[in-house]
């Protein structure tokens, strides 16, 4: 039988929200050191975007849904290496 | 409980809280971060939607808890614990209405040399109120990673 398809949680930059904000909203999410959250953080802020979990799609959506919540934008993709 | 009073001048903020509250309003049936999730994810959104909307009313409701009585009389507003978050995500919510609409044909990298400076520039009257709200929820939230940061607070515990 073929494993569960794993999903990525895609984190969006936005140029409004203050960066001390998503790095403290990263680390209480995800568990992330500071180190961590501010590498999302500025990989979101550069490029546009920064995959910050990859997983099984119920947990995948538990965390997109929370960083809607706290007004972060993220999206839902498959991994395509899994 | 850690408890932040902040002294907040009257004058100064109480003529921002009407037009706050105007764009609060208009968060109870938008988001202030569209979702993003794909066609195929259409059910799904639609019930985020709902959901995420009643969280962002909740939110400002707890943001607009602050000025109360309190406030009108002495200028204070007091952060806690328990309304840490709900306030910090409700001054996000806020900002990110005001760039999408009242602030929205000012150019990002305009718009930030302003916030730098704190500097309402050539703008027309409502453009600079907007901007003074924008402003000064950005304000709250600085207090408020600053002194009851919600990590420090589970570091803490």
Redesign the interface.
């Known amino acids: 039988m073929a494993s569960p398809r794993a999903w990525r949680v895609v984190f969006?930059n936005?140029?409004?929200?203050?960066m001390?904000?998503a790095v403290?909203v990263l680390?209480?999410l995800f568990g992330f050191d500071e180190q961590t959250a501010t590498k999302h953080m500025l990989e979101a802020h550069e490029n546009g975007r920064s995959v910050v979990w990859v997983g099984v799609r119920e947990n995948a959506?538990a965390y997109?849904?929370s960083l809607?919540?706290?007004?972060?934008?993220?999206?839902?993709?498959p991994d395509e290496e899994s | 409980m850690k408890r932040v009073e902040v002294r907040l001048s009257i004058p100064a903020v109480a003529p921002l809280l009407d037009l706050i509250k105007a764009v609060a309003d208009e968060l109870r049936t938008n988001?202030?971060?569209?979702?993003?999730?794909?066609d195929s994810?259409a059910e799904?959104a639609a019930v985020?939607n709902e959901?995420?909307l009643a969280?962002q009313r909740d939110d400002c409701d707890r943001l607009f808890s602050l000025f109360n009585q309190e406030f009108f009389s002495e200028g204070v507003v007091a952060f806690d614990r328990e309304n840490a978050e709900p306030v910090?995500?409700a001054c996000?919510?806020l900002?990110?209405r005001f760039?999408s609409t009242r602030l929205a044909h000012i150019p990002?990298d305009t718009l930030?040399a302003l916030e730098a400076s704190s500097s309402l520039g050539n703008m027309s009257e409502d453009v600079q109120k907007a901007f003074a709200c924008f402003l000064f929820l950005?304000e709250l939230?600085?207090i408020i990673?600053k002194y009851l940061?919600?990590?420090a607070v589970?570091e803490d515990e």
């Open positions: 969006l936005d140029a409004v929200t203050r001390s904000y403290m680390r209480k959506e997109a849904f809607q919540q706290w007004h972060l934008s993220a999206t839902l993709e | 988001l202030a971060v569209p979702l993003a999730l794909s994810d799904l985020w959901d995420l969280s910090l995500r996000a919510a900002r990110l760039r990002d930030e950005d939230q600085k990673l940061d919600p990590m589970e």
